[in-house]
């Protein structure tokens, strides 16, 4: 069997369907074979997005997600969003087009060394060969899927499309990862005496859906509960012992649960959002999670690597009659904290855009989210229910992600509405994505943010006595016409265009943006100081 025609199989015995990426001469043949065996082609406006869109795809269907991309250029473009998926733990096979090994180290058009490129940014890389092929393709399929997941580079060198492979897939040769020594009996130690513990919950538990586990584990020990921002949704923000998201707005309003606390459980937590020292009261710490991670000096910590039914059987060491329950804390820090948002609706800022849209939205869209200021306020204040539809990056935190990443969920998703709410400087870096939406009729609702500046960025700025500087994006209307790139634009400057966009994009099957021309004033009350 020629190698394309290999690799098209065995992506597609993986559950494959879609490829994304933008092309060169080199990647006709391998175009060829995926059409063959019934995996479609998406072309993308970026390789930047390709990967982004190949993330999201893996985070909402557990498939791995592919993406590819030709020499040089196309290697570098796509190696930012391949970066997402490595910080955001997705699953994701990047392609690429390389030299052949008479040109690998010559000086040539679009010629760089890929493997040296991916290195950083993968699990691992590699370059086809005839003699590897039956060994490395399979091998990329299970190592992206590991934990942590994460993405796998393999270089596709001009010729190796003629070749045969030899041999037949084989079981990777690939170690896993390094055993965990656990210290399982000073961690029921600490379990044991421990009168106020607090959960924080993670990336890893969002991924590895452990709801299950939790809500009966909450049901039973009424502990208190935060999560990191990518966690959100893994648990209804009207559970009793829920009391909101790390790091994003108002996040300070749960401080007063740290002053009790005599033990901190990170359940499935992953640094990668928000370092453990950046919050975490000075008391023991377990950190529960499917490998080791790197830990501060400073911290007293205990690590058990392993999977979440280990976690929990550990976990059955606290004493639910020596808890002391904080319902009427947390209570009261949500009531507060939904008190203040609400303190903010009566003019059109992020906050009231952000309240209409909760109303008129059905209640399982898809809501995808760039990165800024808006995003400290989305994490907080949006309700997700148990349904999980909350898309954000919060390890790579890179803007240009909130497009693509719609793309890709109304594709996966293809019966739910699928929403971006970005700033004006995250759509700006991922404009072009919108072509893509348009190409192939996909519905996506672009909500822009638009006040004119890269907000954060100024915060950041005033909060250190800098007048603002280098973040003024444009004056006037962004848009000044109520079509771009062929799309409708819908104005929404107060609350009652707010209403009536949110409500005609609705009812358009087609892509179309939504321009909310909000007033900033809000961000510098609700976004936290650090």
């Known amino acids: 069997m020629k190698i394309p025609d290999f690799l098209a199989d065995q992506l597609s015995n993986a559950g494959v369907r879609q490829i994304f990426g933008v092309p060169g001469g080199a990647s006709i043949p391998w175009i060829e074979a995926f059409k063959n065996a019934g995996i479609e082609f ?53 392609l690429t087009s390389e030299m052949d090994n008479l040109m690998i180290r010559r000086t040539t058009q679009m010629n760089i060394d890929h493997q040296g490129l991916f290195r950083p940014l993968t699990k691992a890389t590699f370059r086809l060969n005839p003699e590897n092929a039956a060994e490395i393709i399979p091998a990329a399929l299970e190592i992206c899927r590991r934990e942590y997941p994460g993405p796998v580079h393999i270089g596709l060198p001009l010729g190796t499309e003629r070749e045969e492979t030899e041999g037949i897939p084989s079981a990777t040769m690939f170690p896993d990862h390094i055993p965990a020594s656990n210290d399982t009996g000073s961690i029921i130690s600490l379990l044991e005496r421990s009168r106020r513990p607090l959960i924080a919950a993670g990336l890893t538990a969002r991924r590895l859906a452990i709801q299950p586990y939790l809500s009966s584990f909450l049901d039973k020990y009424k502990i208190p509960f935060v999560v990191t921002p990518m966690a959100k949704g893994i648990i209804s923000e009207h559970h009793p012992s829920y009391a909101g998201v790390l790091f994003h707005a108002l996040s300070d309003y749960i401080e007063d649960l740290y002053e009790k606390t005599d033990l901190v459980l990170g359940i499935g937590y992953d640094p990668v959002e928000f370092n453990y020292e950046s919050w975490i009261p000075r008391v023991p710490l377990i950190h529960f999670d499917t490998k080791e991670t790197d830990m501060p000096p400073d911290i007293n910590a205990l690590q058990f690597a392993g999977k979440p039914a280990e976690w929990f059987n550990i976990l059955e060491n606290l004493n639910p009659g020596t808890i002391i329950p904080e319902h009427t804390l947390i209570k009261g820090i949500r009531d507060e904290m939904l008190s203040v948002f609400e303190g903010f609706t009566g003019h059109f800022g992020p906050v009231a855009a952000m309240k209409i849209l909760r109303e008129i939205l059905p209640d399982d869209a898809v809501i995808t989210a760039d990165v800024g200021s808006h995003l400290h306020l989305l994490g907080q204040y949006w309700e997700t229910g148990i349904r999980g539809n909350f898309i954000i990056s919060n390890g790579w935190s890179g803007m240009g992600f909130g497009i693509p990443s719609a793309i890709a969920a109304s594709i996966a998703k293809p019966f739910l509405r699928c929403v971006c709410i970005t700033g004006d400087g995250g759509f700006l870096m991922s404009a072009g994505e919108l072509m893509t939406a348009r190409r192939y009729n996909i519905p996506v609702i672009v909500v822009v943010f638009s006040d004119g500046e890269l907000n954060l960025i100024k915060l950041k700025q005033l909060w250190k006595d800098i007048t603002p500087y280098g973040t003024s994006l444009y004056h006037g209307d962004m848009f000044g016409s109520d079509i771009f790139l062929g799309i409708k634009v819908l104005k929404a400057d107060s609350h009652e265009t707010m209403i009536r966009s949110a409500g005609a994009a609705l009812d358009l099957k087609e892509p179309v943006i939504i321009n909310a021309i909000i007033d900033p004033d809000d961000y510098k009350w609700l976004v936290v100081k650090r």
């Not at 030709?70 to 930012?80: E, L, Q």
């Open 42 to 94: 998406i072309l993308t406006t970026g390789e930047s997005g390709a990967a982004i869109m190949a993330d999201v795809t893996s985070r909402l269907t557990g498939i791995p997600g592919v993406c590819h991309a030709t020499f040089g250029p196309g290697a570098t473009n796509i190696s930012t969003g391949i970066g997402c998926a490595l910080l955001d733990r997705s699953s994701v096979i990047v």
